[in-house]
């Protein structure tokens, strides 16, 4: 997923107000609710993969089976707006939509999006086993799938081999962050205005608390106990939040409060940094054929502390409302969108550094794919196939999640409190004081559950 958001900013499923929104028409139909009974309506995220699926889809999926797409297109927030509404009043205006392995579960629970395990079982072309496993069972609640993946990631470890190298260091495959921290130090400042790592520090559920709560699962830490006890200001939590903004005060990026994704990946590619970790899919951006860093970087496995692995899991992914009248279409469309084909198709017409991967274990046989992707394609397949978003951590949790904890409160809790870490970064307050009021919070949301 280069290029685009890698952690959802979501706004809560069940409590969206009504906004006025607007799509766009895509290439492959002429609106909302056109072309008449054999056609189906799509409504789906504008990241670069979904705009060339949107420019295959009629002289392909449409030319094969006689299905006109009708595509309605919005920036992420907007279409998770347009979404939680749409979905939960099952209105059945839309047949298909693009959610996240964050919203998917919840939907479920509710009613909301249609069980897609007879129409995968049945499809033995769409080749249901091909999908990584963790992928599976994160679109899946009780045992029933409710979504297809369009493409995924993991997170791990980017460094630049030359500067380890030049100071005489090597980076274990699978590294703790204790040896992450010990090679920060070393590599802070072994160019000029070279710092040793960028880990994120902007407030936002989807920001900083995507990286910092695989660090609190590998240092045994969870937000909340399987019996939903607030664990935010627990000594596992302190630990590893601690640890966080010590290692980014000390050696990260500058403005590291501020610092997301994006700023990250611009430090690593600039030469500002010797390190990153974050998401699997910024490998893409790091090794494109215009990237400065561009074969000089190394990747590793996300690192740990008393967990064997510690990287997350994230997809866009295609799911089917509930309310939809035209769900055998739907599925064709869904099933055509992650098929091993169109993946060849987007190689084929647009480039293989375009497929929509981490996904399928097919794709990391493709020789094709693997001429695009060699540098990092066999690290991001092992990172997604190590994680476990049902336990991710070293206890058991009363909701699944790696970074996130799937229960439509937690985009609110982890946004606030992040903002609280956000300020410990700053130097504005301790970590202490911030998990203080973090756990505040967090008992708030866990008394509903308990009662």
């Not at 903002?419 to 504005?428: D, E, L, M, R, W």
Request: glycine share 10%; aromatic share 10%; net charge neutral.
């Amino acid at each position: 997923m280069p290029r685009t958001r890698t952690v959802p900013i979501v706004v809560a499923a069940v409590a969206a107000s009504a906004v006025g929104l607007s799509g766009c028409a895509g290439w492959g139909g002429g609106g909302l609710g056109s072309g008449g009974g054999n056609s189906i309506n799509v409504l789906m995220v504008n990241n670069p993969q979904m705009v060339d699926l949107q420019r295959l889809t009629a002289d392909n999926f449409t030319k094969q089976t006689g299905i006109r797409v009708n595509f309605t297109v919005l920036p992420e927030n907007d279409l998770r707006d347009k979404a939680s509404q749409e979905f939960s009043s099952q209105a059945g205006q839309y047949d298909v939509a693009t959610l996240s392995n964050f919203e998917i579960p919840i939907y479920a629970h509710a009613g909301w999006v249609a069980d897609l395990t007879a129409y995968s079982k049945a499809d033995t072309a769409f080749d249901q086993a091909d999908i990584l496993p963790p992928m599976t069972s994160a679109l899946s609640r009780d045992g029933k799938l409710y979504g297809e993946p369009f493409y995924g990631e993991s997170s791990f470890l980017m460094y630049r081999k030359d500067v380890l190298a030049a100071k005489g260091l090597s980076m274990p495959k699978s590294p703790t962050w204790d040896q992450v921290a010990d090679i920060a130090a070393k590599v802070d400042g072994a160019q000029p205005g070279m710092k040793g790592i960028c880990l994120r520090g902007q407030p936002g559920w989807g920001q900083l608390f995507a990286p910092l709560t695989t660090v609190v699962n590998t240092f045994g830490g969870t937000w909340f106990t399987k019996d939903w006890t607030a664990q935010v200001d627990a000594q596992p939590f302190k630990d590893a939040t601690n640890f966080y903004v010590d290692l980014v005060r000390a050696h990260g990026e500058a403005g590291a409060s501020q610092a997301g994704f994006t700023e990250c990946l611009n430090n690593l590619t600039q030469g500002k940094v010797a390190m990153w970790y974050d998401a699997t899919s910024a490998a893409g951006s790091l090794e494109a054929n215009d990237s400065p860093v561009k074969g000089k970087i190394g990747y590793a496995a996300a690192p740990v502390k008393v967990t064997k692995s510690s990287g997350w899991l994230y997809t866009w992914a295609w799911a089917v409302e509930q309310a939809s009248k035209k769900k055998d279409n739907a599925w064709k469309f869904v099933a055509w969108a992650s098929s091993k084909d169109y993946e060849n198709l987007v190689g084929s017409k647009i480039g293989w550094s375009s497929v929509p991967a981490g996904k399928r274990a097919s794709t990391y046989d493709n020789p094709e794919y693997l001429k695009a992707a060699g540098a990092f394609a066999a690290e991001t397949k092992a990172a997604i196939e190590s994680v476990d978003p049902d336990n991710p951590g070293a206890q058991p949790r009363p909701a699944p999640g790696i970074q996130f904890v799937d229960i439509p409160e937690f985009p609110d809790l982890g946004t606030k409190v992040s903002q609280y870490v956000s300020s410990a970064i700053a130097g504005q307050t301790t970590v202490d004081q911030a998990l203080k009021q973090g756990q505040d919070l967090a008992e708030r949301v866990a008394k509903s559950y308990k009662n």
